[in-house]
């Protein structure tokens, strides 16, 4: 009997974790605006760039989905800086989140959606 | 919902220990015709199974929250290694469904609070059940109707579980949490004569020596900056000298003042002691009277100098980085009805200095 192997759904999963990442920053992004009514006003640049953040990660996760290179690319570069900056937060004495959520969130979450983008295989090839 | 419930720490080891096990399952059977977003699924409802199962040692008391531990773990298990079962989807989207909804029952009807097991466990579902929806290139069976079903459960799940969890630990902080963000140092519940006195003797003291600050040019003078936004009802006023200094509950040398933004100018609110290194809470000489506080897990940014609240997923606005400040102590010498050395100042006293 000859086995059909499926496909490694690479980038489904990466769908799903890039729609959970967007899904995170929205609510990041509708957190911080009852700060903005209350007095802080620069906090509300900070709400619109987060939620356009969230807007185009979620755009990114539907190109990953369709297999497009160019969001292929732009998701790694999103997640090498997602990585990078949390390791310059986690090396800095300022009493960065180190717990459970914190590490799965900014740390285990980009090099799974790394991991999940490579270009080997039947996935992105 | 930041730190880790000492009864819950073993779910997470069992967890983590569930992770390799589950791995090792897959390299066994080695199935080659079962996607790979399956297999995830497969590892991450291995990892919750474990969780769960890890938590009925310590909750055996707790009957009823044992058994559903303990039926939750099996079926996660049981679901983790059936992926071959015709009915494996809609099986495993009900169980991971009900589970979420049955936590979010639990916390709001107060049987629990959220912690970082609980909420960790909750990504590893939510993702388990994107996992489990998400069609993969060249799969027919129900193809639009899971496409459907996970448009709308995934991102209404995770907003719906996160807001709910994240409500339930701002409205029913415990002890140590009394104030949004702050974490209070840990004393003894009932002040004594000696505490009482000695809190006093610190009042007193303080309110002597910063009363030439109520004139906010002889605070700039003494080397007091604002460091926020004056558009708000009130602002600190740090002194980077006396911060580098680090002197400890010295009255003379307050590391901060607090004024109201007042339509004539900065009125003198109080003055802040502030420790130099994160987690090292000062002296506490009132006892519970003069409790520390340290603000954690708060988003801050440079731009404005502003603050927010850190998400329970450990997610801060673009821009902003989660910081913890440092253990301080404010002196307020206005009437505050939560009293000289409250972590907070009433808004209603402010807003009244601000329009008087």
Redo the contacts between chains.
């Keep these: 009997m000859i086995r059909v192997e499926a496909p490694s759904g690479r980038p489904e999963a990466a769908f799903v974790l890039l729609l959970l990442q967007s899904l995170f920053w929205l609510i990041a992004g509708l957190s911080a605006a009852p700060f903005v009514l209350g007095g802080e006003i620069h906090m509300a640049g900070l709400v619109v760039a987060t939620l356009l953040l969230a807007l185009g990660t979620c755009m990114l996760a539907i190109g990953v989905l369709w297999r497009r290179r160019r969001a292929r690319g732009l998701a790694i570069a999103l997640e090498v800086m997602c990585l990078f900056g949390t390791a310059i937060l986690l090396l800095l004495p300022i009493g960065f989140n180190r717990g459970p959520v914190s590490l799965m969130v900014n740390v285990a979450l980009p090099i799974a959606l790394i991991v999940l983008l490579r270009k080997d295989g039947e996935a992105f090839a | 919902m930041?730190?880790?419930a000492p009864d819950h720490a073993i779910g997470?080891y069992v967890g983590l220990l569930a992770l390799p096990l589950a791995l090792i399952a897959i390299q066994l059977r080695r199935p080659?015709?079962?996607?790979?977003?399956?297999l995830?699924a497969s590892v991450l409802m291995a990892i919750s199974g474990g969780i769960h199962l890890g938590l009925v040692l310590t909750h055996r008391n707790e009957t009823i929250t044992a058994a559903l531990f303990v039926m939750n773990g099996v079926a996660y298990l049981a679901l983790s290694q059936l992926y071959s079962w015709p009915w494996w989807r809609p099986a495993s989207a009900a169980l991971i469904t009900m589970t979420l909804f049955g936590y979010l029952g639990y916390i709001v009807l107060g049987f629990d609070t959220p912690d970082?097991?609980a909420?960790?466990t909750k990504?590893l579902e939510?993702?388990a059940l994107?996992?489990v929806l998400?069609?993969?290139?060249?799969e027919r069976p129900w193809r639009r109707r899971r496409w459907g079903t996970l448009a709308v459960a995934?991102?209404l799940l995770?907003?719906v579980t996160?807001?709910v969890a994240?409500i339930d630990a701002l409205a029913r902080p415990d002890t140590q949490h009394v104030h949004v963000g702050a974490v209070l140092q840990q004393t003894n519940e009932v002040a004594t004569p000696e505490q009482e006195a000695a809190a006093k003797q610190l009042y007193d003291q303080t309110v002597v020596a910063i009363a030439p600050y109520g004139d906010w040019h002889k605070a700039w003078d003494a080397g007091f900056r604002p460091g926020g936004?004056q558009?708000?009802?009130s602002t600190h006023w740090m002194n980077q000298r006396n911060v580098d200094a680090a002197y400890v509950m010295d009255p003379k040398h307050p590391q901060g003042l607090v004024y109201a933004n007042s339509k004539h100018g900065p009125v003198l609110l109080g003055a802040m002691f502030q420790m130099k290194n994160?987690g090292n809470f000062g002296p506490d000489p009132g006892g519970p009277l003069t409790a520390w506080h340290q603000h954690?897990?708060i988003?801050f940014?440079p731009?404005?100098f502003?603050?927010?609240?850190?998400?329970?997923?450990?997610?801060?606005?673009?821009?902003?980085?989660?910081?913890?400040?440092s253990p301080m102590l404010h002196v307020w010498i206005v009437d505050n009805p939560g009293g000289p050395f409250a972590v907070d100042i009433d808004e209603k006293v402010v807003k009244r200095i601000d329009q008087s």
């Design positions: 930041f730190d880790i997470l080659r015709d079962v996607s790979g977003t399956v995830g970082q097991v909420l960790a990504l939510l993702t994107g996992l998400v069609p993969v290139a060249g995934v991102p995770t907003v996160i807001s994240w936004s558009s708000l009802p994160i954690e897990n988003c940014t731009i404005g502003e603050f927010s609240l850190m998400t329970p997923t450990a997610t801060c606005p673009l821009g902003a980085i989660d910081i913890t400040a």
